[in-house]
């Protein structure tokens, strides 16, 4: 390997979020190895365009120092680029409702050659939180459910198959985010958990993923006073990162900040001041976020040169990231197309019955679809209505924001009054639904005919409607999980998947 200036070496530890017109601004950090990699933003490339993008970078990187290109792409339909056109696989608790090592490995795989084939080298998943809180805001359908066994078995699974896709994994949120009821994306959650606690349920699953040969994981921006992070969160803590991480669950890889631009770290502290305190906690790869990279680059060469970073802790993540980027291939892997299949192998073992039976059998009248969703997955939603109508040709639609309006809810009454059946899509995001949502669900689902009310999100609303006659939970409006709801409403599909979480329980 090519020796590396202290510059180039200070360089290697930072990743930027990019695109096509950050990349040729800072053409000049590319080529010099001053920056070791970026996050791809959301939703700005075709699989064309990444292409290109990808081969671009190549070209320009120096000789054995490849810019690192990473995606935030977890499955589901939240967290995930829709704009590559990869598969969008039914998310991490559809996952835990098929319970399916093989299944969840194959997911795992086949997301991997697609974005491999694009050039992406790396992806911020699997997530292995075990979401024991009905009440978390971020995490919810982004888990494989509330047993850290199967939490364990599945992301370990997971890591398997992205490392056999091509792909290199990044497990997070180290050491678990599942029982928090903040965002750390605008605050700083605190897991309040005693050691035995999180020996028993959080720790579990990153044991599980380090023995599966994961290379790098993401800490959580979160405080865990049983695990020395008291006053500070994991990301800044030695105490977490170097003593439990690396000393108790033997981590020899790389370890990769969350963006230090989130509102958990960004109200105390700015970007530079992070990367080299989340540095010296034990991170070696630092993701900056949207923020100048040039400024943090100079002061953290500044906190080099000053001593304050010492040379030695400098030298042993520069050659673990080196260690790394040595396994990346020279090329993308040839194109996959084995996606959609595995997508819909995942959603019909994971779509479950909570209650009732099917098919669902409409009376005189139109089958009526009222589905609450947000503006981010209307064109999901709409989906759903389409695979309906394939079964009951003339579905009559009504679409309402989670918050709807008192408009929006008469026109769903008024939908609703001449259905000759009723499909109810409720949609839980994170903590509780709005009342409005729930008030008018609750009514449309007392309606004399056969309902049936459809769990979009998180199905922990599920257990909120005792009166719906039959329950189904998708666990995210994914195109395969949606198609197979509509076969299981029709009766050409027998619901199989258990409920990973048992708050959604009637």
């Given at each position: 390997?090519p020796?590396?200036?202290?510059?180039?070496?200070?360089?290697?530890?930072?990743v930027?979020?990019?695109?096509?017109?950050?990349?040729?601004?800072?053409?000049d950090?590319v080529r010099?190895?001053l920056v070791?990699?970026?996050?791809?933003?959301?939703?700005?490339?075709?699989?064309?365009?990444?292409?290109?993008?990808?081969?671009?970078?190549?070209?320009?990187?120096?000789?054995?120092?490849p810019?690192?290109?990473?995606?935030?792409?977890?499955?589901?339909?939240?967290?995930?680029q829709?704009?590559?056109?990869?598969?969008?696989?039914?998310?991490?608790?559809?996952?835990?409702?098929a319970?399916?090592?093989?299944?969840a490995?194959?997911?795992?795989?086949?997301?991997?050659?697609?974005?491999?084939?694009l050039?992406?080298?790396?992806d911020f998943?699997?997530?292995v939180?075990?979401?024991?809180?009905?009440?978390?805001?971020i995490?919810?359908?982004?888990?494989?459910?509330?047993?850290?066994g199967?939490?364990?078995?599945?992301?370990?699974?997971?890591?398997?198959?992205?490392l056999?896709?091509?792909?290199?994994?990044?497990?997070?949120?180290?050491p678990?985010?599942?029982?928090t009821?903040?965002?750390?994306?605008?605050?700083?959650?605190?897991?309040e958990?005693?050691?035995?606690?999180?020996?028993?349920?959080?720790?579990p699953?990153?044991?599980?993923?380090?023995?599966?040969?994961?290379?790098?994981v993401?800490?959580?921006?979160?405080?865990?006073?049983?695990?020395g992070?008291?006053?500070?969160?994991?990301?800044?803590?030695?105490?977490?990162?170097?003593g439990?991480?690396?000393?108790?669950?033997?981590?020899?890889?790389?370890?990769?900040?969350?963006?230090?631009?989130?509102?958990?770290?960004?109200?105390?502290?700015?970007?530079a001041?992070?990367?080299?305190?989340?540095?010296?906690?034990?991170?070696?790869?630092?993701?900056?976020?949207?923020?100048?990279?040039?400024?943090?680059?100079?002061?953290?060469?500044?906190?080099?040169?000053?001593g304050?970073?010492?040379?030695?802790?400098?030298?042993?993540?520069?050659?673990r990231?080196?260690?790394?980027?040595?396994r990346?291939?020279?090329?993308?892997?040839?194109?996959?197309?084995?996606?959609?299949?595995?997508?819909?192998?995942?959603?019909?073992?994971a779509?479950?019955?909570?209650?009732g039976?099917?098919p669902?059998?409409?009376?005189?009248?139109?089958?009526?679809?009222?589905?609450?969703?947000?503006?981010?997955?209307s064109?999901?939603?709409?989906?759903?209505?389409?695979?309906?109508?394939r079964?009951w040709?003339?579905?009559?639609?009504?679409?309402?924001?989670?918050?709807?309006?008192?408009?929006?809810?008469a026109?769903?009454?008024?939908a609703?009054?001449?259905?000759?059946?009723?499909?109810?899509?409720?949609y839980l995001w994170?903590?509780?639904?709005?009342?409005?949502?729930?008030?008018?669900?609750?009514?449309?689902?007392?309606?004399?005919?056969?309902?049936?009310?459809?769990?979009?999100?998180?199905?922990?609303?599920?257990?909120?409607?005792?009166?719906?006659?039959?329950?189904?939970?998708?666990?995210?409006?994914t195109?395969a999980?949606?198609?197979a709801?509509a076969?299981?409403l029709?009766?050409?599909?027998?619901?199989?998947?258990?409920?990973?979480?048992?708050?959604?329980?009637?």
């Amino acid at each position: 390997m090519p020796s590396l200036s202290l510059e180039q070496k200070v360089g290697q530890l930072f990743v930027v979020v990019t695109d096509t017109e950050q990349a040729r601004r800072d053409e000049d950090l590319v080529r010099g190895g001053l920056v070791s990699g970026g996050l791809l933003r959301w939703d700005r490339f075709t699989a064309e365009e990444l292409s290109s993008f990808t081969a671009w970078l190549r070209a320009r990187s120096p000789e054995g120092l490849p810019f690192l290109v990473f995606a935030d792409h977890e499955g589901g339909p939240l967290f995930t680029q829709k704009s590559f056109g990869a598969t969008i696989m039914p998310g991490n608790m559809a996952l835990g409702a098929a319970g399916s090592e093989e299944l969840a490995e194959s997911a795992a795989k086949a997301s991997a050659a697609e974005l491999a084939a694009l050039g992406v080298h790396s992806d911020f998943a699997p997530a292995v939180d075990v979401n024991s809180n009905p009440r978390n805001p971020i995490i919810g359908v982004r888990s494989y459910g509330e047993d850290p066994g199967l939490v364990s078995r599945l992301g370990a699974a997971q890591v398997r198959g992205y490392l056999a896709g091509g792909l290199l994994p990044v497990v997070k949120h180290f050491p678990g985010h599942g029982d928090t009821e903040v965002d750390s994306h605008v605050g700083l959650p605190s897991v309040e958990r005693g050691r035995a606690a999180f020996d028993a349920v959080e720790l579990p699953p990153f044991k599980a993923a380090v023995a599966a040969g994961t290379p790098m994981v993401m800490p959580a921006h979160v405080l865990a006073p049983a695990l020395g992070a008291d006053g500070v969160p994991v990301t800044f803590s030695r105490a977490a990162l170097e003593g439990v991480l690396r000393g108790e669950l033997g981590f020899k890889g790389v370890i990769v900040s969350d963006s230090l631009d989130m509102g958990a770290v960004a109200k105390s502290t700015d970007v530079a001041e992070g990367s080299v305190l989340a540095f010296l906690a034990g991170c070696d790869l630092l993701l900056t976020g949207k923020t100048d990279y040039r400024k943090t680059f100079a002061y953290f060469l500044e906190a080099v040169r000053s001593g304050r970073v010492p040379m030695e802790r400098l030298e042993a993540s520069v050659a673990r990231i080196r260690e790394l980027k040595s396994r990346l291939p020279k090329a993308p892997l040839p194109p996959s197309s084995g996606g959609p299949a595995v997508a819909r192998a995942v959603a019909r073992a994971a779509l479950t019955l909570v209650r009732g039976e099917l098919p669902l059998r409409a009376g005189k009248g139109p089958v009526v679809l009222v589905a609450f969703r947000s503006r981010s997955l209307s064109k999901e939603v709409e989906g759903f209505a389409q695979a309906l109508d394939r079964h009951w040709p003339g579905v009559r639609t009504v679409f309402l924001d989670p918050k709807p309006s008192p408009e929006a809810a008469a026109q769903a009454r008024e939908a609703a009054a001449g259905a000759g059946a009723l499909v109810v899509g409720t949609y839980l995001w994170g903590g509780a639904a709005p009342r409005e949502q729930v008030e008018l669900a609750a009514e449309l689902l007392k309606a004399d005919k056969p309902t049936a009310q459809v769990s979009l999100m998180n199905p922990y609303d599920a257990a909120g409607f005792p009166r719906a006659k039959v329950v189904l939970a998708v666990y995210g409006p994914t195109a395969a999980m949606l198609e197979a709801a509509a076969d299981a409403l029709a009766g050409g599909l027998s619901p199989v998947g258990k409920l990973p979480v048992s708050a959604a329980e009637p």
